[in-house]
Structure formats: structure tokens, C-alpha cells
T-cell receptor, first 116, second 113 residues
Framework: GAGVSQSPSNKVTEKGKDVELRCDPI?????LYWYRQSLGQGLEFLIY????????KSGLPSDRFSAERTGGSVSTLTIQRTQQEDSAVYLC??????????????FGEGSRLTVL | GNSVTQMEGPVTLSEEAFLTINCTYT??????LFWYVQYPGEGLQLLLK?????DKGSNKGFEATYRKETTSFHLEKGSVQVSDSAVYFC????????????FGKGTTLSVSS
């Protein structure tokens, strides 16, 4: 497809379980971002990958959260030992960098995580 | 730190009413400013942007002017439509294209006919 693809679209899990969320960015986009959208909290930045550079992990809320990006393309966000406060919509976005003057981020439709 | 503050919602308007959604920012340096929109059931998409002071971004009848003196980027539309019902996010970016955006909490707009 032409857009950012995220899976699963919905995930229900039990407290204490690990979950993996996947993001497939737009082909050729070198930058990839993860955000968390919680009710009343807006969009919270989690992590940012830019090409082969070390990722900016400054937004990860705890060491239970981690992300990787393999081959400069697909990314996986992993949440270990999930807690109820992790329930949110996890959004992935990508953007081109060099040569791009707009700085526009292209978002996927998100993965809704519910922790029971 | 760097942050974006938006007016609390929800904003409820009748069709053809005038819309203003306030956005102010705090930033070190000179950010680029953005408005994103999230229609029901869809992903966020860029609505408009401005990259320097006094720039006006516009799209789909919406406008916002980058006001450095008041650190604001208020979103306006002269005549809203039911199809404008959505959540609107103000955001800033410091640095080069490709760095992460900092978003406000979003403002829900509901337009009735």
C-alpha cells in the first residue's frame, strides 16, 4: 500500500503480558516515529528513528517499552509486562528527510491497545 | 521545556459559524508550526503549516498565522461545515525536517447542521 501500515489494529491483552505492535512505513521514508494517544493526553512522543543513527528514545515512559527498526524499514514497538495505564492508541508515522522541505509526518491509523 | 498548549474542547458550532482554535507554544529557538487534523476513523493528516514568523498557512478554508511576538498559531475558518467535525492538533518542530513533532492535547470540533 501507499500509506503507513500498522498492525494489529486492535489488541486486547491481560495485565502482565507482553505485546508487540508493528509499523510498516512508506517506502523510502528514512524517519519513523512512534506516538501514544491517550484520552485527554493528546499525542505523546515515544521514540524516533532516523536512518542508521541511534534512535531518540527520550519519550519512552519506562524500561518496559522498547522499539527496534530492522533494515531501516519495518519497526516493532514492544511493551513488556503490560499495565492498565498502557491502554492507548499507539500511532506510527514516517517522513522523508533530506530533500523534504515540509517536514510533514504521515501517520498510520494506529493500534488500539486495551490492557485488562 | 518545549510545549504546545491548545484551548480545551470540545468546541460545538453550528454550520457556517466562525471558528477559532487557540494554540500557543513555548520553544527554545524558532520552531516550525503545524496543524494536524484527525477525522473520525482516520489517521492524522497535515492540515497546514508555517515555518517562520508572519507566515500564514492555509488549506481547505482554514488559516493560521505564525505570530512570534505572541508565540501563537491560532487556527481559523470563516464558515465551518459539518464535514469539518474532527480533532485538531497543534504541533511544533525544532530543527531540521525529520525531527519529531511536539503536539498539543488536541481540540475536538463538532459542527451541527
Amino acid at each position: 500500500g501507499a500509506g503507513v501500515s500498522q498492525s494489529p489494529s486492535n489488541k486486547v491483552t491481560e495485565k502482565g503480558k507482553d505485546v508487540e505492535l508493528r509499523c510498516d512505513p512508506i517506502s523510502g521514508h528514512t524517519a519513523l516515529y512512534w506516538y501514544r494517544q491517550s484520552l485527554g493526553q493528546g499525542l505523546e512522543f515515544l521514540i524516533y528513528f532516523q536512518g542508521n543513527s541511534a534512535p531518540d528514545k527520550s519519550g519512552l515512559p519506562s524500561d518496559r517499552f522498547s522499539a527496534e527498526r530492522t533494515g531501516g524499514s519495518v519497526s516493532t514497538l514492544t511493551i513488556q509486562r503490560t499495565q492498565q495505564e498502557d491502554s492507548a492508541v499507539y500511532l506510527c508515522a514516517s517522513s522523508p528527510t533530506s530533500g523534504s522541505l515540509t517536514g510533514e509526518l504521515f501517520f498510520g491509523e494506529g493500534s488500539r491497545l486495551t490492557v485488562l | 521545556g518545549n510545549s504546545v498548549t491548545q484551548m480545551e474542547g470540545p468546541v460545538t458550532l453550528s454550520e457556517e459559524a466562525f471558528l477559532t482554535i487557540n494554540c500557543t507554544y513555548t520553544a527554545t529557538g524558532y520552531p516550525s508550526l503545524f496543524w494536524y487534523v484527525q477525522y473520525p476513523g482516520e489517521g492524522l493528516q497535515l492540515l497546514l503549516k508555517a515555518t517562520k514568523a508572519d507566515d500564514k498557512g492555509s488549506n481547505k478554508g482554514f488559516e493560521a498565522t505564525y505570530r512570534k511576538e505572541t508565540t501563537s498559531f491560532h487556527l481559523e475558518k470563516g464558515s465551518v461545515q459539518v464535514s469539518d467535525s474532527a480533532v485538531y492538533f497543534c504541533a511544533l518542530r525544532l530543527g531540521q525536517a525529520g525531527t519529531a513533532l511536539i503536539f498539543g492535547k488536541g481540540t475536538t470540533l463538532s459542527v451541527s447542521s
